[in-house]
């Protein structure tokens, strides 16, 4: 039981205020209106527990604001004569403004752009109040000019800070924004977060279902189909490749990755070679590109199809007519070839 004992005092002693004006009660005032926040049902319920809890987080950022300028706690806070208390206190104000108020998900790229200045107005904050030795009480000052030269420094390095949090997000964005770039290997980066790398065997992928979609809706256009049509299809291929690269782009199944694949055909001989091309290019990188490629050849075949039936009378039995020899095209598609590189094009 003296066990016991002890551990219930130890614990009297971390919940007892050792006075009022401290920051544990802006801290057990913080827990107070989550709990009240959590328990409100009136209606409307939602601007209730706004409200609430909007006193919970800066009931919150004032406790840990003055618990971070506590002696003990500054002098562990404090490297190399640097205090980073304020930006503790600066990163819970940039959670309740961003994240809480605006709804947005933390952390948000205005949090991370917006932390370092506002912590430095908050290091900068003590500087402007002193206190005063009759009253006890807060007054305004105006900073020594030694202070006044290290607020300037400490905003405009904060500010720098900032700037390049803001160009790593641009960089993000436009990386985002350009399919030509979303393969790229970023890993010696400092600025831009890769947060899928690339897989080589994914894109290979992709590209042999490229080529296995045009290969049959090439059997679809010209399978079965007259001779003298299908020649006509291949003499004008330059415009049905447009086509081709639509009916994939609607079949291809949909990826989370913009498609980085175009399709290219051309006739590669007399007896109708017609060469499926699918091509990664890299405009810029200069890393090597990858090719695949499958080949269906095209030939002409001899059919035979009946005519329509002749009725001499309505008693007689329909005569046959003669079979009709015809030349129909033919699809032959053969297998994908190993991936090829391709060197990166120069501007």
Not at 137 to 143: E, K, L, R
């Amino acid at each position: 039981m003296l066990w016991m004992n002890q551990v219930f005092k130890q614990i009297r002693d971390r919940v007892t205020l050792p006075q009022w004006a401290s920051w544990q009660t802006l801290l057990f005032l913080s827990i107070f209106s989550v709990i009240v926040a959590a328990l409100t049902t009136s209606p409307p319920p939602q601007i209730a527990q706004r409200i609430i809890s909007s006193f919970g987080w800066i009931f919150l950022i004032l406790s840990v604001w003055w618990f971070v300028y506590e002696p003990p706690v500054k002098k562990k806070l404090t490297f190399y004569n640097f205090f980073i208390g304020p930006w503790i206190v600066g990163a819970i104000v940039c959670v309740y403004l961003f994240g809480t108020i605006e709804g947005g998900r933390i952390p948000t790229q205005t949090s991370w752009i917006s932390w370092p200045p506002i912590s430095s107005l908050i290091w900068s904050a003590p500087k402007f109040i002193k206190s005063d030795s009759k009253t006890k009480s807060p007054v305004y000052t105006n900073p020594s000019k030694a202070h006044r030269q290290d607020i300037i420094l400490v905003i405009l390095a904060n500010l720098i800070i900032s700037c390049w949090f803001q160009f790593s997000f641009q960089i993000q964005n436009w990386i985002a924004n350009n399919p030509s770039l979303q393969g790229e290997d970023f890993s010696r980066s400092g600025f831009v977060w890769q947060p899928q790398r690339f897989d080589r065997d994914t894109a290979l992928s992709r590209g042999a279902d490229v080529l296995n979609i045009a290969a049959q809706s090439v059997r679809t256009e010209l399978e079965g189909k007259p001779w003298g049509q299908v020649e006509r299809w291949l003499t004008n291929l330059d415009q049905q490749v447009p086509r081709l690269r639509q009916q994939v782009k609607e079949q291809l199944p949909r990826s989370s990755q913009p498609d980085l694949w175009t399709l290219n055909a051309e006739v590669t001989s007399a007896a109708y070679d017609l060469k499926l091309q699918a091509l990664w290019r890299r405009p810029n990188s200069r890393q090597a590109g990858s090719e695949l490629t499958r080949t269906c050849r095209i030939t002409p075949v001899r059919r035979e199809r009946p005519t329509p039936e002749f009725r001499f009378d309505d008693s007689a039995p329909p005569a046959p007519a003669p079979a009709r020899v015809q030349e129909v095209g033919t699809v032959q598609c053969g297998s994908i070839t190993p991936p090829k590189q391709i060197q990166p094009t120069r501007s």
